[in-house]
């Protein structure tokens, strides 16, 4: 009959009755679903909604979180054989780092939203890498972090604090060991009650009460639709019982017969399995959503590349009309008014650098056919491609990289490396340099263009009055392998990768 009735938390032996196993059971099968969950994300990690939502750290937050939900759980069957000292470090140290680190993830959403917008403003889609060296510098290198990085470093900063003061407490307080200064040595009971408990739900009251709030407030007007502002919004509302239960269960008389079987630590339980659960299952319901939609009838992106690489005559009455998931349909919206597309790409879907990258390709390489062949067009066509490459490619002087593969990066990086280096290096972009460009060792790096406004390239100067001539080489400063098609790999994996994702959302909101 005990397994029946259960005889509740009493510090006694352990405690397998009924409601026991079903903790147990719940440890068990939550962990199973975690980690299937953390594997799912990991498996489906180059997608670009997960990419953006900071895969490691989402790993860390759901590792710390359930270290303590797994002690939360495994409280009542254990029924003191726990030791208290190791109960206060793993809430002392795995529940602040958890929720420190899930605070984070949340500001994400408004660190994103920001950088996105600073996208459209002029002059800003490029990180300017002059700053002054040592600690006078230190001030404008806060300035120009994004807002998740700014979390982070203050997230860093209060743990250290949080560590120093779990220390301090530990090794002066006489409840977990022999020594100290304060307390005494009691029963395992009150040995978890006290004022040492205290600072460990600092960061769940901060994130409850304070942070989540201020929050909400700061992303109170965007309306993503990547399930951010909901899942921030999920996790405040479950986890705001939590420590105000959790310190009346703990210092009120009034609910002895309650911690028999809901023992006071499991007030955190709702909220930290809401937290592990929205930033794991939010993303991979993307993930579905986005496997269903390939699936779908309607969706007839596998059947337009085919037909756009053998097109019907143009009299044909075997030619279907683009679809509206087609790629004809998303060139016809960057060639026609990309305006719409770019707006929900900013402020809905956060893609704007791959739009704006399409753009500015599809710019440049209208104004490479049109081009005369004179060294001064040959200048200034490698700067519009170079600036191109600074604001939306290199991963350090760009604010928001698109995604391309290695490959990609490799390509374009021996075209416009050596001048990307002379600028992250801080010298000015028209002083010329005799540095080794490629395995020819020629001196090919970005140099005035302005200089020679008149040069013709050619053997005549009459050459230059065709218009859609290509631009020939051997410009002094601009790499030999540069030419108009410098972006056509990276721009047709762009352009694939926003079919599939923000054109595929966009079209289905219209």
Known sequence: MGYIRPGGHNWGPLNFDSLGVSYTVVMAVWSLVVVAGAWLMIHYRYLPFIRMRNLPLIISTVVSLHIYLVMVLLVYPLNGTFRCGAEYWIMSVWLPLGIAQFQVLMIQLLSVSG???????????????????????????????????QAGLLTIVGMGVQLVCAFTIFFLSRKFHDFGVFAEKTSPGDCRRGSEWLPSIVWQYSWTFVYGPYVLYKIKDIQDIHYWKLQTILSIAASFPGSPLWLTAVYS???????????APMWFAPGLMTMEFVILFFPLLEVYQARKHRRSPVATISHWPQLLAHPQPTGSTNQPAPGPYSMAALNNALTGNSGQLLNFATFRDFSAENIRFLVRVAYFTDAWARAATTAASRRRLFRQAFDIYTDLVHPKLSMMPINIAGAMHVQLQ?????????????????????????????????????????????????????????????????????????????????????????????????
């Open 115 to 149: 950088l996105q917008k600073r996208l459209g403003l002029p002059g800003s889609t490029a990180a300017d890498p002059k700053t002054k060296p040592g600690i006078a510098g230190l001030w404008t290198r806060l300035q120009r972090m994004s807002v998740a990085q």
């Open 253 to 263: 008389d009034k609910f002895s017969t309650i911690n028999k079987y809901w023992v």
């Open 414 to 510: 021996r075209i416009f490396g050596p001048a990307a280096n002379r600028l992250l290096n801080k010298v000015p972009r028209d002083v010329v340099a005799p540095l080794p460009f490629g395995g020819a060792g020629n001196a090919y790096l970005l140099s005035s263009f302005n200089t020679q406004p008149n040069q013709t390239i050619g053997p005549t100067a009459s050459s230059s009055a065709h218009a859609n001539t290509p631009v020939q080489p051997h410009v002094a400063g601009v790499p030999r392998e540069f030419d108009g098609t410098v972006f056509d790999q990276t721009e047709h994996a762009i352009k694939q990768l926003v079919l599939t994702n923000t054109w595929r959302r966009y079209v289905a909101l219209q």
